[in-house]
């Protein structure tokens, strides 16, 4: 009886797990198609704009804000669904 539960617990734990990492993956699609707005507006990478950003050579403008700001939210997700990912090993 006991084992039976202890599976019953770890097969809806691992449901659970697979539902976030399916949320995780949405969010980074979504984050992906912002990104590649800006990146063919702008002719750069987001790593070649993150860089430049940080180092303040592209000045105030609100759209590299915006950019930066979903830079930080992509890779949030990213590292979320890898540490989902990696507890499901």
């Known amino acids: 009886m006991i084992k039976m539960k202890t599976i019953i617990k770890n097969d809806t734990l691992i449901e659970a797990i697979q539902r976030e990492i399916n ?3 949405s969010a980074v699609k979504r984050y992906e198609k912002m990104l590649n707005k800006f990146e063919k507006k702008y002719h750069l ?3 070649q704009f993150s860089n ?3 180092n303040g ?3 105030d403008d609100q759209d590299f804000f915006e950019w ?3 830079c ?3 890779h ?3 590292n979320r ?3 989902l990912q990696e507890s499901l090993l």
């Open 23 to 25: 949320i995780c993956d």
């Open 45 to 47: 990478t987001s790593q």
């Open 52 to 54: 430049q950003f940080n």
């Open 57 to 59: 050579t592209l000045g």
């Open 68 to 70: 930066y700001a979903i």
């Open 72 to 74: 930080d939210y992509y």
């Open 76 to 78: 949030d997700w990213v």
């Open 81 to 83: 669904k890898q540490t």
